[in-house]
């Protein structure tokens, strides 16, 4: 028994089309572009993808580039790494490098995030049972 074989979707001498835009280049798909926010240096803070980061003020100073300034106004109300990474369509290494350089300029904040206790107290636990089960 022969294996069935597989029609092509796009005729041979064709390419299918790539999707043209800024969501293309900030996949990887252009590492110049990425250079470019970056910057040369590159260098980071300490964050991780739950750190909380909060705008001081919503309005982007005129000196901010297009990718400063949409991470402002995404931050008026505290967004982790990961969401903001997720927003702007760029790598998790290059939004800590704009983070970085706006916690330098003092545009922004970061908070560790809401750490909750372990377990809660047994004697609290118990007592809520029992004052249940009196119901």
Not at 7 to 19: D, H, N
Request: proline residues 13%; contains cysteine.
């Amino acid at each position: 028994m022969t294996p069935p074989q597989r029609q092509r979707r796009f005729p041979q001498g064709e390419s299918p089309p790539r999707p043209a835009g800024p969501a293309e280049e900030g996949r990887g798909g252009n590492p110049e572009r990425l250079y470019v926010v970056a910057g040369a240096d590159g260098e980071r803070a300490d964050i991780d993808l739950v750190t909380l980061i909060v705008a001081r003020s919503p309005d982007p100073p005129p000196s901010a580039t297009p990718e400063q300034a949409a991470l402002l106004r995404l931050c008026v109300a505290p967004l982790s790494v990961a969401e903001l990474s997720a927003y702007l369509n760029l790598p998790f290494s290059m939004v800590t490098v704009l983070i970085t350089e706006m916690l330098t300029a003092e545009l922004v904040q970061a908070r560790a995030p809401i750490a909750r206790q372990a377990l809660p107290d047994r004697s609290l636990l118990e007592a809520v049972m029992h004052g249940l089960q009196r119901l």
